[in-house]
């Protein structure tokens, strides 16, 4: 089946460092979503993407929906200690169907 | 406004037993979709309702079965419970089926032992 490959698992960064993470797929999608979950609470959703070659902002956040359609890109500028939780990527299918990455855990080092 | 509410928190349930969970959506939304997530995974589709009709499935074998009910309230019922379905159930609602603009709830945690 359909899979995305999101990348890093997992980060340790310093406060107010920059971050980057990607999700990838052979797979073409028409839509990405980025979430953000923290412990005990569902997803929330942080960015949604419809166009390839889209770049969104949502505050600190950035999001680029790629070109080839099967790759996605959220950045966090000067990270905050409220950042650290799992980020997931999330794609559309051809058939509306929603498929999620793994998911990249964000540690704060204090 | 209260947002999307999950029930019960915290479940164990033994092999081969037969298991419900709840889900009421936040006020105004009238779709409701479930998740599994697997311990270190991210969510995966299980189906959606809408209008009280399962609109869409994923790859989930029949003892996984829903229901919608007029107040837009919904229900996961699995039978025949597998160690392998220990995980958290999410749901999620929205209005209309747009997946893009969900809401989550906390989740169900299932223990099958």
């Known amino acids: 089946g359909q899979q995305l490959n999101q990348s890093p698992q997992s980060m340790f960064i310093q406060e107010g460092e920059d971050v980057s993470m990607n999700c990838t797929s052979s797979?073409?999608?028409?839509?990405w979503l980025w979430y953000k979950q923290d412990p005990g609470e569902g997803p929330v959703l942080l960015i949604a993407l419809y166009k390839a070659g889209e770049l969104t902002s949502n505050g600190r956040l950035t999001a680029q929906f790629g070109i080839t359609r099967k790759d996605s890109f959220l950045n966090i500028s000067a990270s905050i200690p409220s950042d650290v939780g799992i980020y997931f990527c999330?794609?559309?299918?051809?058939?509306?169907?929603?498929?999620f990455g793994k998911g990249t855990r964000l540690h704060i080092l204090p | 406004d209260a947002g999307v509410t999950q029930s019960p928190t915290h479940l164990i349930k033994t092999r081969g037993q037969q298991v419900t969970l709840r889900c009421s959506p936040k006020s105004g939304h009238d779709t409701v979709s479930w998740y599994q997530q697997a311990l270190g995974q991210g969510p995966q589709f299980i189906f959606q309702?809408?209008?009280?009709?399962?609109?869409q499935r994923g790859n989930f074998p029949d003892r996984f079965s829903g229901h919608q009910f007029p107040n837009y309230s919904s229900e996961l019922n699995v039978n025949a419970l597998l160690l392998g379905d220990s995980a958290l159930y999410l749901c999620a609602s929205s209005y209309g089926t747009g997946i893009d603009t969900q809401y989550f709830g906390p989740g169900t945690r299932l223990t099958v032992l």
């Open positions: 999330a794609g559309l299918n051809r058939d509306d169907k929603i498929i």
């Open positions: 797979s073409i999608f028409n839509t």
């Open positions: 309702y809408y209008e009280e009709e399962e609109r």
